[in-house]
């Protein structure tokens, strides 16, 4: 697979995401969820403007792969600065990506890395890789915040302190854990199933949201307020989510009632582009011949729901 390549599956994971109706409390593409900042076209923008920052992440690794894949970090974190500053002129000051650059971004790396090396593409190979690469990096960041005076400490360096959650460098240091034990297996289930696109990141959505400490809603509200939410989505799949009649009246209603009380789990949203990463570049490096096919169902549009 070509740095090319895996930039084009990253870019899809990005606009496939903000492109998935309906997403409670999330921009989509009938709502702005629980947003006022921001909306379907700013993510599209901001996707245009990062478009080629996935293949340079790709390419570093491709470029490094004489080398341990523990040495791309801050080859990789100087790319996402730039990346960043580039979502930020695009949207005007608007984080729309900033945690999928850093996830797509490590992973991106780990697969130019893997492919030059001939290595296989599957979704552990890769999540062990990006755990190599990130290990540490949660010590780093955390081990003198209680030091720092709490006018100056990050929301992420707050809910440490008060929660223990580790965020996004956390799950990127477990090798993505989460989409590995929860989000994965119900996206390949429901593509296999012959779901559309649509529907199966929406119910993998709903998995995520289920049992992500989501950051996001810990940022904007506090731990009664997440536990709320995931037992919300345990809620709307027991209904049979975007399977059933009922389940998707559920994940409507579930919409306006995050909305409604400003909710939103980006951090979950985050972890589904990661899911269609994964998924993805294990099946087209199936169609390559180069590991078992992953049973991909043909790509299938879904009506917008609402």
């Known amino acids: 697979m070509q740095t090319a390549d895996i930039g084009d599956i990253a870019h899809e994971a990005m606009i496939f995401e903000v492109s998935a109706t ?58 996402g600065i730039a990346a960043e500053q580039r979502m930020f002129m695009a949207t005007h000051g608007v984080n729309t990506h900033k945690g999928m650059i850093f996830s797509l971004g490590l992973l991106a790396g780990a697969a130019g890395w893997a492919g030059r090396r001939q290595e296989e593409l599957g979704a552990e190979h890769l999540c062990a890789l990006v755990a190599r690469i990130c290990h540490g990096l949660t010590d780093a960041a955390y081990a003198h915040v209680a030091e720092k005076p709490v006018e100056r400490r990050t929301k992420g360096e707050a809910m440490f302190l008060r929660y223990g959650v580790t965020g996004v460098r956390g799950e990127a240091e477990s090798g993505f854990l989460t ?37 996001n809603i810990l940022g904007r509200h506090d731990m009664e307020t997440l536990r709320y939410a995931q037992n919300a989505a345990r809620a709307v799949l027991r209904l049979g989510g975007m399977r059933t009649s009922a ?14 009380r400003w909710i939103s789990p980006g951090g979950s949203a985050d ?31 879904a009506a917008v729901s609402v």
């Open 271 to 301: 972890l589904i582009a990661v899911a269609h990463f994964l998924y993805e570049v294990e099946c087209r490096t199936a169609a390559e011949g180069r590991m078992p096919c992953c049973e991909a169902a043909p790509l299938r549009a």
């Open 247 to 260: 389940g998707r009246h559920a994940i409507r209603a579930l919409d306006d009632d995050f909305i409604a």
């Open 179 to 215: 989409v590995r034990r929860h989000g994965l297996p119900v996206y390949r289930r429901r593509r296999r199933e012959g779901a559309s696109v649509n529907d199966a990141l929406c119910d993998t959505l709903l998995h995520l949201v289920a049992v992500d400490d989501d950051t």
């Open 22 to 79: 309906p997403k409670p409390g999330l921009v989509d593409r009938v709502s702005n969820g629980a947003h006022r900042d921001m909306d379907f076209f700013t993510f599209l923008t901001s996707a245009a403007a990062l478009r080629d920052a996935f293949e340079q992440f790709a390419r570093i690794g491709a470029e490094r792969a004489g080398e341990p894949v523990e040495t791309l970090l801050p080859f990789l974190q100087e790319a």
